[in-house]
């Protein structure tokens, strides 16, 4: 009796997990994990400062949505504050990532965090970053991206 119980639960999960891998493709993920050197970079949007390369590994940042981006931040680089609609989920890849919460970049009440390390950026709270060294960071986000410079004359598609 137990036995097909179980059986009968195990069919529907089945085929809900097959739908769903089989709908990946349809919600702008990778049709199949991709290898460090299958990564496609390109340049960043002008919302963000010069330099920095970026990847898309899921989503569509100007849709609705979930997203995975790679940020490749050449060392010196730095983002002034800003803010997001919505949470941003930080993970360091490689290099070392300056973080900080706050209306002015402030290296002293931040904290740097290696490869591995990780941080969340709650929706509308002021956060900064920069690395001395160079890095790449995995952001996830919902979509679509947007970012708000907290000083107007710090946003660099305006400056064009």
């Known amino acids: 009796m137990r036995s097909s119980f179980k059986s009968s639960l195990q069919y529907p ?9 089989l709908a990946m493709p349809a919600l702008g993920y990778a049709a199949g994990p991709l290898q460090p050197e299958e990564i496609t970079w390109g340049s960043a949007p002008p919302a963000l400062p010069a330099g920095v390369k970026l990847a898309v590994l899921a989503g569509d940042p100007a849709g609705t949505g979930p997203v995975t981006l790679r940020l490749k931040m050449p060392a010196g680089y730095r983002i002034p504050p800003h803010w997001h609609p919505t949470d941003e989920r930080v993970t360091v890849i490689s290099g070392s990532l300056g973080i900080g919460m706050g209306d002015k970049l402030d290296r002293k009440h931040a904290k740097v965090l290696k490869a591995g390390g990780y941080a969340v950026a709650p929706a509308n709270v002021h956060h900064f970053a920069w690395t001395k060294t160079g890095a790449v960071v995995q952001v996830d986000l919902m979509g ?7 000083n107007p004359a710090d946003d660099p598609s305006k400056k064009q």
Do not use: R, S
């Open 144 to 150: 679509p991206f947007q970012i708000t410079y907290v």
């Open 13 to 21: 999960l089945w085929v809900l997990f097959a739908g769903l891998l």
